[in-house]
């Protein structure tokens, strides 16, 4: 069975500076692994995606992520917070592509 | 661009009605996916396809029902709506997981709200 947890369900930080969303996942197989975004009132979009090969990943807006299979975790992480990252997080895994498990989600607040 | 598309941005319903929530994509994807989406609950899937006329339960499908008779076309039923029913729900696709990692398509979400 896949499942993912995403610590801290609210984060805050000020305009520049790092922002880090944690994900660790359960998975009795080699997982995918999936980043959304998600702004008010609006469906989910992707940020970026691990399937196989490097394990440092780039996304859209500057954000990245990295694969640690050792401690089974796919944190999201973007070097200086700008405004316009305010939003809903959510991690998710997929071991066959054929069905997707979320994270409750994490909101994020830039403060100026 | 993919494109999935819901028929509704908002809806307001009254308790007790059947209740059509409906999502076409457009880039021929096997997978469609039903989810609901609850503050501190994250996404959670009511029920998937992977083919024309197969359904597949998910985690809460209790009081809804699915329908595809298109490739395109993944409809949500609420046989008789109730208030524990006010949520978002969001509609997603994907290509099967055999042709490649690929991720789910989502589209913009219906504000469902029963009165």
């Known amino acids: 069975a896949q499942s993912v947890t995403q610590l801290g369900s609210h984060v805050s930080v000020s305009e520049g500076a790092l922002v880090l969303l944690r994900c660790n996942y359960s998975?009795?197989?080699?997982?995918?692994l999936f980043w959304y975004v998600q702004y008010p009132n609006q469906g989910l979009q992707l940020l970026l995606k691990?399937?196989?090969?490097?394990?440092l990943v780039k996304g859209i807006n500057g954000f990245e992520a990295e694969f640690k299979k050792s401690e089974t975790s796919f944190h999201l992480t973007k070097p200086s917070a700008h405004m316009s990252d305010a939003a809903e997080y959510f991690c998710?895994?997929?071991?066959?592509?054929?069905?997707?498990?979320f994270g409750t989600g994490t909101s994020l607040t830039v403060i100026p | 661009d993919v494109k999935v598309t819901q028929s509704s941005r908002y809806l307001v319903k009254r308790t007790g009605e059947k209740v059509f929530l409906e999502c076409v994509q457009d880039?021929?994807?096997?997978?469609m996916f039903w989810y609901r989406q609850d503050p501190g609950l994250g996404l959670r899937l009511i029920y998937f396809?992977?083919?024309?006329?197969?359904?597949e339960k998910g985690d809460i499908p209790e009081g809804y029902s699915v329908s595809r008779e298109k490739k395109e076309r993944f409809s949500l039923i609420l046989e008789s709506a109730s208030t524990n029913q006010t949520s978002m729900y969001l509609c997603?696709?994907?290509?099967?997981?055999?042709?490649?990692?690929?991720?789910?398509?989502f589209g913009q979400g219906t504000r469902l709200t029963v009165v």
């Open positions: 997603a696709s994907s290509f099967p997981g055999a042709a490649g990692a690929t991720e789910a398509f």
């Open positions: 998975s009795s197989v080699p997982p995918y």
């Open positions: 691990y399937t196989t090969g490097a394990t």
């Open positions: 998710a895994v997929s071991d066959t592509g054929n069905q997707f498990y």
């Open positions: 880039m021929d994807h096997e997978n």
């Open positions: 396809s992977y083919d024309v006329k197969m359904k």
